[in-house]
């Protein structure tokens, strides 16, 4: 699929990996519909994408969990840009919370949040848009849509405290291989990215010595990754057609102790 032929929808494309991956394909001459929850940054964004693509990008309000908000955002997208071809998943929650502490039990309503808006959010946003997907006319190669979700290193590595972080990735991973063989027959491919320690808001607010502490458990180079890397890559899996059911990590071969 050529980059230009592109309506994207870009999931917690207001921040870090999604606006990143939003920018790229932008950049490229794509189509981009971000959707993300309403924050401080939503108004300021909006505008000044707007002044760099104009008419090629909208903002919408979008909560993944929901199946009645993201429906609503699909038809504003099918109005605005005529179809839907692209889909790529970065909304995500994390905490650090072991499963036992001084203060009792994990939470099990933060367990179960992590894996609503992670796993849960995931699959309603992929299987929404693949309804969509199905109506457009196959490409030159006979392709209707792509999509790509986002696990994580801590799906195979996860650190004490990531039990539900883990889980919720370690589900987006093993999902790859049976949706790309669900919408195989509706010409849909099925990719996933899984990250390791990019810099993304979350570490951004790490002091400086702390980021050169993770930046050291990278094998080679040994920094933290940039989220332009990840958005390079969702950019090669949208024009490689024979990639398909597939899971890359993205660490620079850090395996988390």
Same mark, same amino acid.
């Given at each position: 699929?050529?980059?230009?032929?592109?309506?994207?929808?870009?999931?917690?494309?207001?921040?870090?990996?999604?606006?990143?991956?939003?920018?790229?394909?932008?950049?490229?001459?794509?189509?981009?519909?971000?959707?993300?929850?309403?924050?401080?940054? &939503?108004?300021?964004?909006?505008?000044?994408?707007?002044? +760099?693509?104009?008419? !090629? /990008? @909208?903002?919408? %309000?979008?909560?993944? *969990?929901?199946?009645?908000?993201?429906?609503?955002?699909?038809?504003v997208v099918n109005r605005r840009f005529g179809k839907i071809n692209v889909l790529v998943n970065c909304?995500?929650?994390?905490?650090?919370?072991? &499963?036992?502490?001084?203060?009792?039990?994990?939470?099990? +309503?933060?367990?179960? !949040? /992590? @894996?609503?808006? %992670?796993?849960?959010? *995931?699959?309603?946003?992929?299987?929404?848009?693949?309804?969509?997907?199905?109506?457009?006319?196959?490409?030159?190669?006979?392709?209707?849509?792509?999509?790509?979700?986002?696990?994580?290193?801590?799906?195979?590595?996860?650190?004490?405290?990531?039990?539900?972080?883990?889980?919720?990735?370690?589900?987006?991973?093993?999902?790859?291989?049976?949706?790309?063989?669900?919408?195989?027959?509706?010409?849909?491919?099925?990719?996933?990215?899984?990250?390791?320690?990019?810099?993304?808001?979350?570490?951004?607010?790490?002091?400086?010595?702390?980021?050169?502490?993770?930046?050291?458990?990278?094998?080679?180079?040994?920094?933290?990754?940039?989220?332009?890397?990840?958005?390079?890559?969702?950019?090669?899996?949208?024009?490689?057609?024979?990639?398909?059911?597939?899971?890359?990590?993205?660490?620079?071969?850090?395996?988390?102790?």
């Open positions: 699929m050529k980059i230009k032929e592109v309506s994207a929808i870009v999931t917690g494309g207001a921040s870090g990996l999604g606006l990143a991956t939003a920018r790229e394909f932008l950049e490229r001459g794509a189509s981009v519909s971000i959707f993300d929850l309403e924050n401080s940054n &939503t108004a300021s964004l909006v505008a000044k994408l707007n002044e +760099d693509f104009e008419g !090629k /990008v @909208i903002v919408a %309000n979008v909560d993944v *969990t929901d199946s009645n908000s993201v429906t609503k955002a699909l038809g909304a995500g929650v994390a905490i650090a919370k072991k &499963t036992t502490g001084k203060e009792g039990a994990h939470p099990l +309503d933060l367990y179960q !949040k /992590v @894996i609503d808006v %992670n796993l849960v959010g *995931t699959f309603n946003m992929v299987r929404l848009s693949a309804i969509e997907m199905e109506k457009n006319k196959p490409n030159d190669s006979g392709e209707r849509g792509c999509i790509i979700n986002t696990a994580s290193v801590a799906a195979f590595d996860g650190q004490k405290g990531q039990a539900a972080y883990s889980a919720s990735k370690g589900g987006v991973a093993a999902s790859t291989l049976p949706l790309a063989r669900d919408l195989a027959s509706s010409n849909i491919r099925v990719n996933t990215i899984a990250p390791g320690l990019f810099l993304t808001p979350m570490l951004e607010g790490l002091p400086e010595e702390a980021k050169e502490d993770l930046a050291k458990q990278v094998v080679f180079p040994k920094r933290l990754g940039s989220p332009t890397e990840f958005a390079k890559l969702a950019s090669f899996m949208i024009q490689s057609e024979y990639l398909n059911g597939e899971t890359v990590r993205l660490d620079g071969a850090i395996r988390l102790p």
